[in-house]
């Protein structure tokens, strides 16, 4: 097939299948899907398998999937030790009215593992570990309000579908970011509940948080600024947020969702800082439907049914079997040498990546931490959400669909994430494409 250097018409020529796919959903599913964060200009593809770190979709072109289920599938697709584990749980039930052994299993590795967590209780979404998060932290405090980051993507509840992806400019300024709303339909008065801060401006951060310390319940951050950017925090904005919040009877909130992914004990071991709470997903799941939300002992046994409880915490496929041996067979299989090479791969993805950009004299800059990484085109550093938002959008997503045509999966906003499975061959097979990319646009 002749294709155009166009990179839409190229796009369009490669996927007909997921067009006439996508145009069939939309006749019953608003947007033609149920996640709004995967829909992309001018439609997604529609995946038929995946295998390892190789999908294809539904006009049977493969791609190197360098997302992995918005950083999900740290082994890859498929996972021959998970899926073994899985078909045999598959004959003993999927769901029990009952607890069961393997809850058991992943809670104490968790808990072996990451540094805040004495207790820890399973949900289905990293939307819901969060919700209860801030609702234990209320309980706790017997206050309401709460601080978080903008740009910080914490699920879909409303408390905190507040200024993630905003227009800086309808934003107010940095010194004192406005609370914006991030959908219609949120309930009155939300937005007088959440006090919004920049993240990484330590001194401006502390100075609206003190404005506001005697009513905050709880402050909520990613350590790495996830789904908008991959922006690790800077370790002095951190440790205030600890110092701040043991000072003034704050509970501090780890949402570790994405950024659990680099290294055992997530990104609160790499930083050596300690929440009070800690919210989980993605990778604790073994690629099923997954969250989780832990931490110290005190703040746990509100949910303690033999305590009260104070706070209620129900969900019909919590912790459900299959879930909880698939979560645990993958984390037994994320060794520190497994770590190690994750950290080597990101680091050598991004340093290819920089050395692309510097060589065609592109401005950008390449965030990330161990297996995560974003890329941003523009010449200031990336520090916090306003200074992605200031990026080339249009050469982003120029750059995302020259990608896919070059058989490379990455989120639309250029972020990604390594499996296990990966090495250096598909290393090089990204820069090279990236490459290639970028030098069709100049």
């Excluded at 069939?24 to 995967?38: H, K, Q, V, W």
């Excluded at 406005?178 to 919004?196: F, R």
Aim: charged share 20%; glycine share 10%; hydrophobic share 40%.
């Amino acid at each position: 097939m002749t294709l155009s250097t166009d990179e839409l018409t190229r796009y369009l020529e490669l996927t007909p299948n997921s067009r006439a796919q996508w145009e069939t959903a939309r006749e019953y599913l608003p947007g033609g899907d149920s996640r709004n964060s995967i829909f992309w200009k001018p439609y997604p593809i529609f995946i038929k398998s995946a295998a390892g770190c190789h999908i294809v979709d539904a006009d049977d072109v493969d791609r190197l999937d360098f997302i992995n289920t918005m950083t999900t599938m740290i082994l890859g697709h498929g996972s021959k030790t998970v899926m073994d584990a899985v078909r045999r749980q598959l004959d003993l039930g999927v769901a029990y009215n009952a607890p069961n052994e393997h809850q058991i299993h992943l809670a104490r590795l968790l808990c072996e593992r990451v540094p805040s967590f004495d207790q820890v209780r399973f949900t289905n979404s990293g939307t819901e570990a969060t919700l209860n998060t801030l609702r234990a932290a209320r309980a706790y405090t017997g206050k309401s309000r709460f601080a978080k980051v903008e740009g910080g993507y914490h699920g879909t509840h409303d408390a905190v579908t507040v200024s993630v992806r905003v227009d800086p400019l309808q934003a107010g300024a940095m010194e004192h970011p406005d609370a914006v709303s991030g959908s219609e339909g949120l309930a009155e008065g939300i937005l007088d509940q959440v006090v919004v801060i920049p993240f990484n401006e330590t001194e401006l951060a502390r100075h609206i948080l003190e404005e506001h310390r005697d009513d905050l319940a709880a402050i909520i951050v990613e350590p790495v600024l996830g789904s908008v950017g991959m922006v690790p925090a800077e370790p002095g904005f951190l440790t205030m947020l600890r110092e701040f919040t043991i000072t003034h009877n704050i509970v501090l909130i780890f949402d570790e969702v994405i950024s659990f992914r680099v290294g055992s004990g997530g990104s609160q071991e790499y930083y050596g800082i300690t929440p009070d709470l800690t919210s989980l997903g993605k990778i604790i799941g073994g690629g099923f439907a997954v969250g989780a939300f832990g931490g110290k002992r005190d703040i746990m046994e509100l949910y303690d049914p033999m305590k009260g409880p104070k706070v209620s915490h129900a969900g019909t496929f919590n912790a459900n079997p299959v879930t909880m041996l698939a979560g645990a067979t993958t984390l037994e299989q994320l060794t520190p040498q497994v770590y190690q090479r994750l950290d080597y791969l990101g680091e050598s993805l991004r340093q290819g990546i920089r050395k692309v950009c510097a060589d065609l004299e592109v401005p950008a800059q390449i965030t990330g931490l161990g297996s995560l990484f974003g890329i941003h085109f523009t010449d200031h550093p990336i520090r916090n959400y306003r200074d992605i938002a200031a990026g080339d959008a249009k050469l982003r997503y120029q750059m995302f669909l020259g990608l896919m045509n070059e058989g490379i999966l990455v989120a639309s906003n250029l972020v990604g994430s390594l499996s296990t499975v990966m090495g250096e061959a598909e290393i090089s097979r990204f820069v090279g494409a990236f490459k290639r990319v970028l030098g069709r646009q100049l």
